[in-house]
């Protein structure tokens, strides 16, 4: 066992009576909640989830909201972009009959066990920051990408090489010395730029 997740809800007081528990709280999902490749949680973000449990006769019903922000890396420009979550949550939690499989594993898609009385909210708010995520992440629909000759970010501004380079195939060997030449400068900026921070 891992450390206690910080959404376990306890259902106990819930009765045919008193069917209804609204749940409103706010997590740091770093270390809780998983992410896609490229895509982060900034260190002081906050989750934040709202829901109602409802008891049902075969268990308990959630449904509500999750709320956050996440940092994602633009699939073409490589810049760091806010990508902000509004997500719907639901999930069924169904009491388990014998066994005693963890917590974290769902019996079937998108139904999870009560556990002791208590119901953790975790791997249903995990699976639906997952689904939330396309493959490509853009910064914005035109993003304009890098050049793939210089680097240069093309949202930022034209680069020089689709300008200035020599066309004529018998300038072709100098305009590749001129590539070298452009690759290399970067390259000892970029180095001089890290010893400078660093
Ligand atoms: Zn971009
Ligand atoms: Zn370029």
Redesign the pocket.
């Known amino acids: 066992m891992g450390r206690a997740s910080p959404l376990v809800i306890d259902v106990s007081g819930l009765s045919d009576q008193n069917p209804l528990l609204k749940v409103t709280t706010a997590f740091s999902p770093r270390g809780w909640v998983e992410l896609p490749p490229g895509v982060s949680w900034p260190g002081d973000s906050a989750l934040r989830v709202e829901a109602t449990v409802v008891r049902e006769p075969a268990g308990f019903h959630v449904e509500g909201e999750v709320h956050g922000e996440a940092e994602a890396e633009c699939t073409r420009c490589l810049a760091p972009f806010p990508w902000k979550l509004a997500l719907p949550l639901i999930a069924e939690f169904r009491p388990r009959k014998g066994g005693s499989a963890p917590r974290d594993a769902p019996d079937e898609e998108g139904v999870y066990p009560v556990q002791d009385e208590e119901i953790d909210l975790l791997p249903a708010v995990n699976e639906a920051v997952l689904l939330a995520f396309p493959m490509q992440l853009l910064c914005r629909e035109e993003c304009a990408g890098l ?6 970010n093309l949202n930022e501004g034209r ?4 300008v200035e380079m020599p066309s004529d195939p018998r300038w072709s060997g100098l305009a590749e010395a001129w590539r070298r030449k452009q690759a290399g400068e970067r390259r000892a900026g970029e180095r001089a730029e890290t010893k400078s921070r660093g």
Do not use: D, H, L
């Open positions: 050049c793939p000759e210089c680097g240069q680069c020089r090489c689709s």
